[in-house]
Nanobody
Framework: QVQLVESGGGLVQPGGSLRLSCAAS????????MGWYRQAPGNIRELVAA???????NYAGSVKGRFTISKDNDKGTVYLQMNSLKAEDTAVYYC?????????????WGQGTQVTVSS
């Protein structure tokens, strides 16, 4: 069982910044893909950003150039730096991980952290 513990959400004004953190066992970081998803009311959960065990990143088009995903393997923590926040970024953000070598894929989720962008 993999436990993910998120922190860093909150209320921020448009144009502001927040950094989300997700702590997990450091032993999974070199293999697992770590990601951040978000879900706004009435919407499906969508991928925001992901980083592979080797450090390759990918981003949703709506956040590219504004958000940065990174990780610290030794600390067992993945981060999502969010800059130039917009009202449409408001959502519950979830940390996710899975082992790409395991079939079928089994996803693990954090409890979610609320991000609200509003003036």
């Amino acid at each position: 069982q993999v436990q993910l513990v998120e922190s860093g959400g909150g209320l921020v004004q448009p144009g502001g910044s927040l950094r989300l953190s997700c702590a997990a066992s450091k032993f999974i970081f070199r293999i697992n893909t770590m990601g951040w998803y978000r879900q706004a009311p009435g919407n499906i959960r969508e991928l925001v950003a992901a980083i592979t065990g080797g450090g390759t990143t990918n981003y949703a088009g709506s956040v590219k150039g504004r958000f940065t995903i990174s990780k610290d393997n030794d600390k067992g923590t993945v981060y999502l730096q969010m800059n130039s926040l917009k009202a449409e970024d408001t959502a519950v953000y979830y940390c996710n991980t899975y082992n790409p070598l395991t079939f079928p894929r089994r996803d693990y989720w954090g409890q979610g952290t609320q991000v609200t962008v509003s003036s």
